[in-house]
């Protein structure tokens, strides 16, 4: 089944981070360009994030996909110690096949990404047939593309 996973990073080797995240996942059809971008919410001072979405083609349902991507923040060390604040990876399920979900800790679609820049232009790269007409004028931030994931740009590392 087809299914979207948004990746971002903005603490450590945000390229390195996301790069072993999707060398780690199995099913990966597509990966967009990178995009850095300026958080979202969250606590001030935060570092820029560099964001990407990838596609799969995958036999696990919504709920195996979440756990595939704690499993991955948890390999990149990734700690929750404030809501939308520094992290060195973030993995939500943006979309699945088998959707829609609606449960207290998991929901497919995922609800924010139509308003989010930084999930919808990676996301409309892969599949605009999942972009909504208009998104572009609704969505908040902005984003900078940085392109293919394999090629870092310069001042990329932090």
């Known amino acids: ?3 979207f996973l948004g990746l971002g990073s903005n603490l450590g080797d945000r390229r390195q981070l996301l790069r072993d995240a999707v060398e780690s996942l199995q099913g990966v059809v597509a990966v967009s360009d990178v995009y850095e971008t300026e958080p979202v919410g969250g606590p001030g001072g935060q570092g820029a994030y560099l964001n990407l979405v990838v596609e799969l083609d995958t036999d696990l349902s919504p709920r195996e996909l979440l756990g595939v991507c704690h499993r991955l923040e948890a390999a990149a060390d990734r700690t929750r110690e404030e809501r939308w604040g520094p992290r060195t990876l973030d993995v939500d399920v943006l979309w699945h096949a088998a ?3 609606d449960e207290p ?17 990676p996301l409309a790269d892969l599949a605009p047939d999942l972009a909504p007409d208009g998104w ?8 900078v ?3 293919p994931l394999g090629e870092p740009a310069e001042g990329d590392d932090r």
Do not use: I, K, S
């Open 99 to 101: 959707g829609p979900v």
């Open 136 to 143: 572009n004028e609704r969505a908040e931030g902005t984003v």
């Open 105 to 121: 800790d998991l929901e497919v679609p995922h609800p924010r990404m139509w308003t989010r820049r930084f999930v919808m232009a």
């Open 145 to 147: 593309r940085l392109g």
């Open 1 to 3: 089944m087809r299914a």
